[in-house]
């Protein structure tokens, strides 16, 4: 059995080698989730785990402990790069052969049976290994789920093995899994669904019921210990301090039905629906020749004796088959009820990762069917798979199984950037390119996430080119200064995957010329698409200025009109851009409160509100209107609440939202919001946008608490979007919004629910706020003590000019150490990262400026320790791993030499 098991393995991995050879024998190969990696950002990742990252294209940093079960996976690529080799070998190892190793251990484990044949592992093998959906995972660079596709089968067999098998066995399947993690996490949802399936058929088939149930638990729970232990250094910080977080708007219900590509027939076929340019929402059609699989399942299973097993992977496959398709139909309901309702479901608002529940079954009966015919249909099999994956052949695909385009450029670029030894980002527009240049010292962001912080969504003009806030914001310059943006690199077209017209390659090119012509760019540069900034602050910098706002980003626009009011003198702190904002103030250095236009005296006193007496209407209702009329827009959509405005109403806001969103109704209508309150005096207030089309809002308990006007004319705004060529100018007025704190009255009944009436054409709330009047006369008393420091008008405030030097250096992406000399006068010290609550300057919290960095309050000359907490809890936790990692390898010691004696 041995041998025959080492023949086949020899042809199958000799098969796919032949298929995955254009990755294998090629030079450097790239893809959209599959980069360069320059040599420097390699090295940094042979080191303890790091909880902060600013790789990729995160070069603003972020939080990582959501992605740091990958870091044995990172290690590995660390480890080979600080032996010398390069990013296109390490690409190979680590990847495709890897990739051809495990795929053709774990295929011919799971296939062998006392029932198979040579013929069958072979061909089941080679299909589990070469159909469209893992060529395209390899092709798009999705290396890392690739790989857990690969080991899939094995775990699956070493569950079986290890249900009755020694402790050695079972931890073997322990340690599989750990690795399986490792390599993608969602893939351990995707094996438990498997092994509810196979423990169901399992109990249902032994006589021996509670047997079966103790060895499966006693499994269980070995095996849920060894990967808690293996994994301490990314769930201790998980625990302590913030658990890890899908990207903002991924749990949205509205994700599976955006993102659901692959309909049943795709599913059941076995075909991506991406195939095989593998470009987003590009659904390729069914494709007759892959009819084949589904016919030779039938004929499987027609021809075979009909057993548990068969019935075992029936059920498998068409669960796998039902989940691949999403929220499509048939009954598309009961996915987006799974994804809403189901914990760990939200992983997976792209449901394609449910075809391994499709190739495994799959695989398994085209063995059962192959094992049963002449080895000649052999010939005509790998015929069909030849002609299925035809363009891998003919050079078609466009990530690893192609040659990159546009290599000199890059390479002139990253060279550019090579020589370059000061510290500065570069931004890529519209995202980092495949070849695109990224190291420790150069961090890449991108102009598509860049979106996501305000400063820069504030500045788009319309909804046609949402990247134009890079030309139409006028303190743009000023924003990429503070964000340490040195370079701008507008990526070519690869038109391997989009069409371009000439029109829209004419627009590109007068785009990019629009920005590299701005006075904040340095003008005539050698490199193609690629220009330096005139200025970009250093990682850490002081300013003049500490201004805290009552108001919305319309300051950004404001602060051009004084030098010593832009932001690259002065920071701003922006009070309602977070909750409990007021409290900020007392960590501040000596600073003016600024209450912008249409605000007054109460916005500011609500910022002492805590959060536990906050509520948000929009959290109960969804994006369409439901029931009540009222429907939400959650606070990562601006832009699209924005331009809802815009269009429809002729009105514009520049408000933040503290993260709550937007509860809208238009017309009249009725909502209810739960709510707890005591029994005792409480004082209702509510944040709601004025507007003239607004109108009425009432408010109501047991009784009613009171109403509050939401129409006013709050004065005018405009937006001019350039033209270009023979287009104009185009200048767009809009009626001004704001979003402001209404009292809307005192109650001092009980109640768990309040009834909001609208009336209008549009009225929207932000929040709610609910608590005892003791406590709310004590923030209006207590706020009365920063009268002095309130000033209505920005170009009253007091500026100052403060010297001094700073000079740090990098220790880790968790740990720097800066000097600060000859500072004149206390002020605030920017770190240029993204702002995080888990940043110490020894000791010392930070603030947020700017809507998105950090900031700390320095007094004096000294040297200060700049460092990350959480990292504490992942060295901790990796001794934890460490530790545990040397006992089991003494069992596995123990283990071995007792059975060496036994044999």
């Not at 393995?9 to 024998?25: D, M, R, T, Y």
């Not at 790091?50 to 972020?62: D, P, R």
């Not at 399942?297 to 029936?314: C, E, G, P, Q, T």
């Not at 546009?406 to 020589?419: D, I, M, P, W």
Request: hydrophobic letters at 45%; aromatic letters at 14%.
């Amino acid at each position: 059995m041995k041998l025959l098991k080492a023949k086949n393995s020899i042809i199958i991995f000799v098969i796919v080698g032949l298929v995955v050879a254009p990755v294998l024998f090629g030079g450097v190969r790239v893809a959209n989730d599959y980069p360069v990696v320059s040599t420097e950002d390699l090295i940094s990742r042979f080191g303890v785990p790091q909880t902060w990252t600013n790789t990729g294209a995160v070069g603003l940093g972020e939080y990582s402990v959501s992605t740091l079960w990958n870091w044995p996976v990172n290690f590995a690529y660390g480890l080979l790069a600080q032996m010398g080799f390069a990013f296109s070998q390490i690409e190979k190892i680590l990847g495709v052969l890897l990739f051809m190793l495990l795929g053709t251990v774990a295929s011919v484990s799971f296939l062998t049976n006392k029932h198979s044949k040579r013929i069958g592992v072979i061909a089941g093998s080679i299909f589990y290994l070469t159909n469209t959906y893992v060529i395209l995972l390899l092709d798009g660079g999705q290396i890392n789920i690739a790989l857990a596709y690969a080991l899939f089968p094995l775990v699956f067999v070493y569950f079986s093995r290890a249900l009755t098998g020694r402790l050695r066995t079972k931890l073997i399947y322990s340690l599989l899994v750990t690795l399986l993690g490792a390599l993608d996490i969602r893939v351990l949802y995707l094996l438990a669904l498997v092994l509810v399936v196979e423990i169901m058929f399992k109990v249902a088939s032994f006589e021996s019921k509670q047997k079966t149930l103790r060895q499966i638990l006693s499994l269980a729970f070995l095996t849920g210990f060894v990967y808690l232990s293996l994994n301490a250094y990314w769930l201790m910080p998980s625990f302590l301090f913030n658990s890890p977080m899908l990207p903002l708007g991924y749990s949205s219900p509205s994700q599976p039905s955006a993102l659901s590509f692959a309909n049943i027939g795709h599913a059941m076929l076995m075909l991506a629906p991406h195939w095989y340019k593998n470009v987003f929402g590009n659904v390729t059609q069914l494709l007759p020749i892959f009819f084949v699989w589904p016919v030779a399942m039938l004929i499987a299973i027609a021809r075979s004796r009909k057993n548990i097993v068969m019935a075992k992977w029936i059920t498998i496959y068409v669960l796998g088959v039902f989940l691949t398709k999403g929220a499509l139909d048939p009954y598309p309901s009961i996915y987006l009820w799974l994804f809403n309702n189901i914990p760990g479901f939200s992983m997976f608002r792209d449901p394609t990762k449910f075809y391994f529940l499709i190739g495994m079954p799959m695989a398994y009966f085209i063995s059962v069917l192959f094992s049963r015919v002449n080895i000649r249909f052999l010939a005509l099999f790998l015929l069909i798979i030849a002609l299925q994956i035809f363009p891998v052949w003919r050079n078609q695909m466009t990530g690893l199984f192609s040659e990159p385009v546009f290599k000199n450029e890059y390479r002139a670029v990253s060279e550019r950037l090579g020589q370059d030894s000061k510290f500065g980002r570069v931004l890529w527009i519209p995202s980092l390119a495949p070849l695109g240049h990224s190291s420790p010292t150069h961090p890449s962001v991108e102009a598509f996430r860049l979106l996501s912080l305000r400063p820069f969504a504030s500045g788009v003009v319309g909804s046609y080119e949402k990247f134009n806030y890079l030309r139409e914001a006028p303190y743009l310059g000023d924003l990429l200064a503070v964000s340490n943006i040195s370079y701008i690199v507008y990526s070519p077209t690869d038109t391997r995957r989009q069409a371009v017209s000439q029109e829209d390659e004419k627009y590109r090119d007068v785009f990019a010329n629009q920005i590299f012509s701005k006075a904040w760019m340095s003008g005539h540069d050698t490199l193609a698409f690629a220009r330096k900034t005139v200025e970009s602050k250093e990682r850490f910098f002081i300013v003049d200025n500490t201004i805290a706002v009552v108001g919305g980003t319309g300051v950004y626009f404001e602060s051009l009109r004084n030098s010593n009011l832009k932001l690259v003198n002065s920071a701003y702190v922006f009070l309602e851009d977070y909750e409990n904002g007021g409290q900020i103030l007392k960590d501040l250095p000596t600073s003016q409160i600024y209450i912008e236009n249409n605000r007054t005296k109460l916005d500011l006193q609500t910022t002492f509100i805590k959060s536990n007496y906050k509520y948000s209407p929009a959290k109960v209702l969804q994006d369409s209107p439901n029931a009540s009329g009222w429907w939400k827009r959650d606070s990562y959509r601006f832009l699209d609440w924005r331009v809802f405005l815009q269009n429809k109403y002729q009105l514009d806001t520049q408000d933040l939202d503290t993260s709550y969103g937007w509860a809208i109704s238009e017309g009249e209508n009725t909502l209810a919001i739960p709510v707890q309150t005591a029994s005792e005096n409480n004082v209702l207030l509510v944040r709601a946008m004025k507007s003239p089309r607004g109108g009425k809002l009432i408010f109501n308990g047991n009784d009613e608490i009171g109403t509050i006007e939401t129409k006013e004319s709050l004065g005018e705004s405009s937006q001019r979007l350039s033209g270009y060529g023979n287009t104009p100018d185009k200048v767009f007025e809009y009626e001004q919004t704001s979003l402001s704190w209404f009292v809307v009255g005192e109650f001092s009944e009980k109640i768990d629910t309040l009834i909001v009436s609208s009336q209008g054409d549009i009225n929207a709330i932000n929040s709610i706020a609910i608590l005892p009047a003791v406590e709310w006369n004590n923030i209006v008393e207590n706020s009365g003590k920063l009268e002095s420091k309130i000033v209505n008008n920005l170009y009253n405030v007091p500026t100052q000019a403060i010297d001094g030097n700073v000079v740090y250096k990098r220790i880790s992406p968790t740990k720097y150490q800066v000097e600060v000399k000859n500072l004149s006068a206390e002020t605030t010290l920017v770190f240029s990262e993204t702002y995080n609550e888990g940043w110490r300057l020894d000791g010392q919290r930070p603030y947020p400026v700017y809507n998105f960095l950090n900031g700390f309050k320095v007094s004096k000359d000294g040297v200060y320790t700049v460092s990350f907490y959480p990292q504490k809890y992942a060295e901790a936790g990796l001794a934890i791993s460490a530790l545990s990692a040397l006992i089991l390898l003494i069992i596995f010691c123990i283990a071995r030499k007792q059975r060496l004696k036994k044999v």
